[in-house]
């Protein structure tokens, strides 16, 4: 069923089987799973209950298969033009530069020596 998943819900290529056909396949597989559970169920239900689980951590990631497959194909369907963008307030460009703060010229109050320099300076003044 993982293999007709993959043809069915490729990103990349197209399926090279009909969709009709690959349900029919899949339907086919179900039902013949559905008789290997139930006989698995009356005889071995060790063997039965690890099979359940495969066949939800299967159903698991199909749901996620497909739901990337349907978000990539709804994005490609999306042209750039469709997507809106924020509109400017009509203002005109000396009027938005004016509203822009400008940095003031600011002397710093302690100067900030590099390590190197702090070492060089200690080594003189032990001197």
């Known amino acids: 069923m993982e293999k007709i998943d993959q043809m069915e819900f490729n990103v990349y290529q197209p399926s090279p089987l009909n969709e009709k056909v690959l349900k ?3 339907k086919k597989l179900r039902d013949t799973l559905e ?9 071995d239900p060790d063997k039965w209950a690890d099979l359940k689980k495969k066949q939800n951590d299967y159903e698991h990631k199909r749901i996620q298969l497909v739901a990337f497959y349907e978000s990539v194909k709804s994005a490609q369907q999306v042209s750039v033009d469709e997507i809106p963008l924020p509109q400017m307030p009509e203002q005109t460009a000396s009027n938005i530069t004016s509203q822009i703060p400008l940095p003031t010229e600011r002397k710093p109050e302690h ?17």
């Not at 590099?114 to 060089?120: D, H």
């Open 24 to 26: 029919d396949k899949r």
């Open 35 to 43: 008789r290997v559970l139930n006989m698995y169920y009356r005889d």
């Open 111 to 127: 100067t900030i020596y590099s390590i190197a320099t702090a070492l060089k300076l200690q080594a003189l003044v032990s001197l």
